[in-house]
């Protein structure tokens, strides 16, 4: 017996509208519909996330750019991302939930030629993910699925608290040293690059 249709609140999570027409699975777990389609539709931001920090830590292995240890950053938090949307992705298939392969968009950094850009790139990025993994949890409590918030909280949130304060104290270190938003690089730029212990993330 299907699920009823129920009227959905207003939200603004990246849903996965493939969910309106595919079959839910027979074996789905007590799983909220429009929980599914949102730990679908989140699961591909996380990969377009990791798409484009991977993005940018090539740029930063250009020849007219080279920042080894910022591309090194980039790249780790590129790797992260993606486990973490394989993360949620293996939960959504535990709790009988669907995944709808869908078409990974351009980062859009094509155009970005230094540190500053970059880091503001990644900070709103993580900024963004942490509102919606916010919804995300609170969307579970609303529909009765406390398990997912309480998975959301501890394995999605409570991670992406210290990467954003990270990247700001990183994007604050950035404008204090000098590096700017054009392609001229500078000493600056070589300063960031060198603070290799502030490019970990536990």
Known sequence: MSEPRIKRIKINLPLCKTHIFVVGSQAKQNLPSVVEESLCGVSTLLLEVSYKLEALAKRFEHNDLALPRMAAFFHQESVKEQ???EAMLQYLSQRGGMFCSKNIQRPGTEQV??????????????????????????LALEYGDPHTASIIKSQFLQPLVPKVKLVGDLLTNARRVGCTYDSAGGFGEYLIDQLQENLTIA
Request: glycine share 0%; charged share 25%; with cysteine.
């Open 113 to 138: 030629c230094a540190v500053l850009p970059a880091l503001e790139i990644m900070l709103n990025q993580w900024k963004e993910e942490l509102s919606i993994m916010v919804e995300l949890s609170q």
């Open 83 to 85: 486990e973490r949307a």
